[in-house]
């Protein structure tokens, strides 16, 4: 569940609405005529998106809305053994910006790690073969678009920006959630929430939103995109763009980027368990 803590000194929007477009994300604005096109029906989408959405359009969501949010809840255990797995190479995994090229423009350090299950609808083989449970259980989650690690090492802010499309809604799900409380949160709107480890938070990323991390420790949620409920005919155009999202430079490079991050890892991987042991 959200908790709103209004006390803590973190600017926040004007009020609870949606701006259009990709604030915070600008290098997503590529010369290109495919793109320009796609960009100008997604703007369109996102107006048809509110309109029809099933659950309303708050920017944090109750956990009750979305009955098999308990089911994951009840299994994160089974997802911290395999994270812990995971963290063992932590200095080797890749940050988001050396993925998804575009989030340079508001994270490029090395302080946000992930570690990716599902990217975009494109599945990663290697990395659900090392986290089998975890890929069991947020298969349970209807409508499934990305499913990651995100790791925020100890100091890192990621600005205020906006998700490049409101047509998903983001789900995380508390794995490691250092002390004190108050120096780990994530603002979405007007509205600053604390993870709990166990605990799911699920909001709109389309409306404005920021997170930081000011503790000594690093925090490390599950990150979960999928499908917005919306009623016909926002649904057909939703799922229409979903599947052509696919052929956007953005998403293509990101793809690219990980194949390229995971062949090298699990080749660094292969040659550690061939190596004679003495």
Known sequence: MAISDPSIPRK??????????????????????ITHFFMAVVSWAERLNLRYAKLGNPPVYENSAFPWAL???????????????VLLRQSELPSFHEISTDVKSISSDDRWKTFFLLGFGV??????????QTWRIVNKIPGLTTAMFSIFQPGK????????????????????????????????G?????????????FDDAFEHEAWNDTDETRVVLFVDFVKPLKFPARFVNWCLMNLALFTPFIKEGLDNHKAWEKKFYAEAEMLRNQPRH
Not at 158 to 183: D, F, M
């Open 157 to 188: 802010h990621l600005p205020p920006h906006r998700g490049p499309y409101n047509g998903v809604l983001r789900l995380h799900l508390g794995l490691i959630v250092p002390e004190p409380n108050h120096k780990l949160a994530i603002r979405v």
């Open 71 to 85: 089911e994951i809840e009840r299994e994160w255990l089974a997802i911290r053994k395999e994270l812990d797995e």
């Open 123 to 132: 599945r990663s083989e290697h990395n659900i073969a090392a986290c089998p």
């Open 12 to 33: 926040a929007a004007a009020g609870p609405s949606q701006k259009f477009g990709t604030e915070g994300l600008a290098d997503m604005a590529r010369p290109s005529r």
């Open 190 to 202: 007007e509205q600053v929430c604390h993870w709990r480890e166990g605990k799911v938070l699920i």
